[in-house]
């Protein structure tokens, strides 16, 4: 883990191309969807929550949100168990389901919602995320929307934390003590 620093972190995805992308990212899933009466847009807490609400601001498609968290129980940095600490309140059975993440690194847990989703009977699922560290993809996971591919380092802003710290920012950062 980085080293804390009080200054800000450094900016790898400045806010402008934050809100660039997430207009593209908004008229593909309209396009996509546009015959759809319902998309279920499910955000993956907490990391997701401020990529997710500025995604749906601008999607046309009619849409509900929920919510579900995860956790990946293991030694060490040995991937673990993925257990469900908040689950689903709406049936995704028959429904189009949008899964919507912060990011993809190893893709363990990811694997496990996208199939539980699928086992729970969704018509479709598919996966829009912010962030892609492909480098350290340990399971295949389809990314079906993406933001940005980035690098194997740690980051933080845009609804990204350390230590629960730095989500609000604007954009997305590099803690200076992980460069």
């Known amino acids: 883990m980085p080293t804390e620093k009080r200054n800000r972190p450094r900016v790898l995805i400045p ?3 934050l809100e660039r ?13 546009a015959d759809c009466p319902e998309l279920v847009c499910v955000g993956v807490l907490k990391g997701s ?12 498609v009619p849409v509900v949100m929920d919510f579900l968290q995860a956790s990946s129980y293991g030694s060490g940095t040995t991937p ?3 257990r469900i600490r908040k689950d689903l309140e709406l049936s995704v059975r028959g429904k189009d389901v949008l899964l919507v993440e912060d990011i993809v690194d190893t893709g363990y847990t990811l694997r496990t919602i996208l199939d539980l989703l ?21 399971v295949e996971v389809p990314i079906d929307y ?20 730095y989500r ?12």
Do not use: H
């Open 168 to 179: 609000n920012l604007p954009y997305v950062g590099v803690l200076e003590g992980d460069l």
């Open 49 to 60: 929550v401020f990529f997710l609400v500025e995604l749906l601001r601008r999607l046309e």
């Open 15 to 17: 806010e402008s191309d």
């Open 80 to 82: 673990g168990e993925v």
């Open 118 to 138: 699928r086992w729970r009977g969704a018509r479709s699922v598919k996966l829009c995320a912010l962030l892609d560290k492909a480098s350290r993809r340990e």
């Open 146 to 165: 993406l933001g940005f591919p980035i690098d194997d380092v740690f980051v933080v802003g845009y609804g990204l934390d350390y230590d629960e710290k």
């Open 21 to 33: 992308r997430l207009d593209e990212l908004a008229r593909q899933i309209d396009a996509d969807y």
